[in-house]
């Protein structure tokens, strides 16, 4: 009996570190005061920053036991980091930055904070950086003088935690409740993850997870780092979704011939369809187009005057918050991608003109000389934050000219992406899909299209560039490689298809009779599945 639950639980172990995910809490234990707010490691023990007990304290990271402490440098210890020697803690009180002896507590050197509101405390080999949450600012400054080096937006509104990790910066944020993975050099937001708790003040790293501290919950959270789980499922929504596309016949002629594809939305990383879809009249058949999309097919003849044709489908799905999680050294080469992803998601056409100067100077500028695939598509996506608004004008014109132009649609946007990756030899494409408005119980007559991007070791990755037209670098990154739980997917496409054309959702082919006025409806009801 003992040898099977043995086996058991190392069964479920197994699952656990098959199934665990960035973020995800490892350990726990209590901190040893009531406010806690820096931490640090030191190659072997984690320290942490008490402001009420103006302690800083030496802790064992396997089971949370105190081993020793010392006094803080002043009255109000907050950021604390290591930097192979002593230790740095930033005083929130008295605006300075001290060097300190983890043995003795003695005041090695004391430096000017480079802000106001100095909160978390990292080194990287050479400099320090803080957070700054007056001025919502990471700064990296001279352990010297206190000079600043460089200076840029935090990832939100309330930057608390920080550390390095030999490569990137980790940032909590406290409103959002959430940890960043961050570009030391272009302060770009890579990777967003949950933090453990409500309040995680300070952060640190321990050469393979990173550890944070909570100041509401009080305790001290080991967090999973890199587990070669691509992406985490949250928030899932059941849902009936009812598609009803309506052609309307006003006349005084007949429709000769009426062609209607609903396309078939599939099982993805963000939503499971449940049973059959159900189609209202039957469909006569379906048809797969040069790009694998599905659509079921209803022909009708001979549509008379003042006559109103109803194509519908209902679909049960269950659709899911995914965010993956990219770390850009761990994504494969351009020459890695399969040759037969690139055969057909490299294709050009009359929407992208891959070869338009517009666009080679585009690609030439932001691009450079990049060869990582991550950076080329987060290059790409940083450039139309940059260059372009979004608008809806009407129509969807082309790359060259939306991206000249600088505005554009959802779709005009995912054009421009789509041609500036396949320039730099990335394979993209599009998805289209009906989306939540508002309450769960929702009309959708609008709809949403995005991008995915190719890349090796991950897979394809959403990219939405109209959705990354945001002020914070968090919700910017939000919008690549993180899809809400509000969009049922209902199409994939490289660009023209012989079924679909350049729309997603619905498509129609009609001949009629001379002077006949033809109207066209789609809408997509959400409801609700208890």
Same mark, same amino acid.
């Given at each position: 009996?003992?040898?099977?639950?043995?086996?058991?639980?190392?069964?479920?172990?197994?699952?656990?570190?098959?199934?665990?995910?960035?973020?995800?809490?490892?350990?726990?234990?209590?901190?040893?005061?009531?406010?806690?707010?820096?931490?640090?490691?030191?190659?072997?023990?984690?320290?942490? !920053?008490?402001? @009420?007990?103006?302690?800083?304290? %030496?802790? *064992?990271? $396997?089971?949370?036991? /105190?081993?020793?402490? +010392?006094?803080?440098?002043?009255?109000?210890?907050?950021?604390?980091?290591?930097?192979?020697?002593?230790?740095?803690?930033?005083?929130?009180?008295?605006?300075?930055?001290?060097?300190?002896?983890?043995?003795?507590?003695?005041?090695?050197?004391?430096?000017?904070?480079?802000?106001?509101?100095?909160?978390?405390?990292?080194?990287?080999?050479?400099?320090?950086?803080?957070?700054?949450?007056?001025?919502?600012?990471?700064?990296?400054?001279?352990?010297?003088?206190?000079?600043?080096?460089?200076?840029?937006? !935090?990832?939100? @509104?309330?930057?608390?935690?920080? %550390?390095? *990790?030999? $490569?990137?910066?980790? /940032?909590?944020?406290? +409103?959002?409740?959430?940890?960043?993975?961050?570009?030391?050099?272009?302060?770009?937001?890579?990777?967003?993850?949950?933090?453990?708790?409500?309040?995680?003040?300070?952060?640190?790293?321990?050469?393979?997870?990173?550890?944070?501290?909570?100041?509401?919950?009080?305790?001290?959270?080991?967090?999973?780092?890199?587990?070669?789980?691509?992406?985490?499922?949250?928030?899932?929504?059941?849902?009936?979704?009812?598609?009803?596309?309506?052609?309307?016949?006003?006349?005084?002629?007949?429709?000769?011939?009426?062609?209607?594809?609903?396309?078939?939305?599939?099982?993805?990383?963000?939503?499971?369809?449940?049973?059959?879809?159900?189609?209202?009249?039957?469909?006569?058949?379906?048809?797969?187009?040069?790009?694998?999309?599905?659509?079921?097919?209803?022909?009708?003849?001979?549509?008379?005057?003042?006559?109103?044709?109803?194509?519908?489908?209902?679909?049960?799905?269950?659709?899911?918050?995914?965010?993956?999680?990219?770390?850009?050294?761990?994504?494969?080469?351009?020459?890695?991608?399969?040759?037969?992803?690139?055969?057909?998601?490299?294709?050009?056409?009359?929407?992208?003109?891959?070869?338009?100067?517009?666009?080679?100077?585009?690609?030439?500028?932001?691009?450079?000389?990049?060869?990582?695939?991550?950076?080329?598509?987060?290059?790409?996506?940083?450039?139309?934050?940059?260059?372009?608004?979004?608008?809806?004008?009407?129509?969807?014109?082309?790359?060259?000219?939306?991206?000249?132009?600088?505005?554009?649609?959802?779709?005009?946007?995912?054009?421009?992406?789509?041609?500036?990756?396949?320039?730099?030899?990335?394979?993209?494409?599009?998805?289209?899909?009906?989306?939540?408005?508002?309450?769960?119980?929702?009309?959708?007559?609008?709809?949403?299209?995005?991008?995915?991007?190719?890349?090796?070791?991950?897979?394809?990755?959403?990219?939405?560039?109209?959705?990354?037209?945001?002020?914070?670098?968090?919700?910017?990154?939000?919008?690549?490689?993180?899809?809400?739980?509000?969009?049922?997917?209902?199409?994939?496409?490289?660009?023209?298809?012989?079924?679909?054309?350049?729309?997603?959702?619905?498509?129609?082919?009609?001949?009629?009779?001379?002077?006949?006025?033809?109207?066209?409806?789609?809408?997509?009801?959400?409801?609700?599945?208890?």
């Amino acid at each position: 009996m003992k040898k099977l639950f043995s086996v058991m639980m190392f069964v479920l172990f197994l699952f656990n570190m098959l199934w665990a995910y960035t973020g995800e809490v490892v350990k726990e234990f209590d901190t040893p005061g009531s406010c806690p707010t820096g931490l640090a490691f030191d190659g072997k023990n984690l320290w942490l !920053a008490d402001r @009420k007990a103006d302690k800083l304290f %030496c802790i *064992d990271p $396997k089971n949370g036991r /105190v081993l020793r402490y +010392i006094d803080s440098p002043a009255y109000w210890p907050m950021g604390l980091c290591w930097d192979s020697e002593a230790l740095w803690n930033a005083d929130w009180k008295e605006g300075k930055i001290y060097r300190v002896d983890p043995k003795t507590g003695t005041i090695l050197k004391t430096v000017e904070s480079p802000g106001r509101s100095p909160r978390g405390l990292a080194w990287d080999g050479k400099y320090l950086w803080c957070t700054d949450d007056i001025a919502d600012k990471i700064i990296q400054f001279s352990p010297d003088d206190g000079t600043t080096i460089r200076e840029f937006k !935090a990832p939100a @509104k309330d930057p608390r935690g920080l %550390c390095f *990790d030999g $490569k990137y910066l980790w /940032v909590s944020d406290r +409103i959002k409740d959430e940890i960043y993975m961050v570009d030391p050099e272009s302060g770009c937001v890579v990777l967003i993850t949950e933090a453990p708790s409500p309040f995680t003040r300070g952060l640190a790293f321990d050469g393979d997870n990173i550890w944070a501290v909570d100041y509401q919950t009080d305790k001290i959270y080991q967090l999973k780092l890199k587990d070669g789980q691509k992406f985490v499922r949250t928030n899932d929504r059941r849902a009936t979704v009812t598609m009803t596309h309506q052609v309307k016949n006003f006349g005084p002629g007949k429709i000769k011939t009426l062609d209607v594809h609903l396309a078939i939305p599939q099982n993805r990383d963000t939503q499971d369809i449940h049973g059959e879809i159900r189609y209202q009249p039957a469909y006569t058949r379906i048809v797969t187009d040069k790009w694998g999309q599905k659509t079921a097919l209803f022909t009708t003849k001979n549509l008379k005057p003042q006559t109103i044709q109803n194509m519908i489908s209902v679909v049960e799905a269950t659709i899911y918050e995914t965010r993956y999680f990219i770390f850009p050294d761990e994504v494969g080469s351009l020459d890695e991608i399969p040759k037969e992803i690139k055969a057909v998601y490299l294709e050009d056409n009359e929407k992208y003109q891959i070869n338009h100067p517009v666009i080679r100077d585009a690609v030439s500028k932001c691009v450079g000389d990049e060869q990582n695939p991550f950076w080329i598509a987060r290059k790409i996506f940083n450039h139309l934050i940059e260059n372009l608004y979004y608008e809806r004008v009407g129509g969807w014109n082309t790359a060259p000219t939306v991206l000249a132009r600088g505005n554009g649609s959802c779709s005009e946007y995912t054009f421009v992406y789509i041609a500036m990756c396949r320039a730099a030899g990335l394979p993209a494409r599009y998805v289209g899909s009906v989306v939540v408005r508002g309450d769960d119980a929702s009309m959708d007559d609008v709809f949403h299209r995005w991008a995915e991007v190719y890349l090796p070791n991950y897979g394809w990755i959403p990219v939405d560039p109209s959705g990354g037209d945001n002020d914070l670098p968090r919700d910017q990154a939000n919008y690549f490689g993180h899809l809400a739980n509000r969009f049922l997917i209902t199409t994939e496409s490289g660009g023209g298809s012989e079924t679909m054309g350049w729309t997603y959702n619905s498509n129609e082919f009609w001949t009629s009779e001379p002077q006949t006025k033809v109207e066209i409806e789609t809408i997509a009801e959400w409801e609700t599945v208890k």
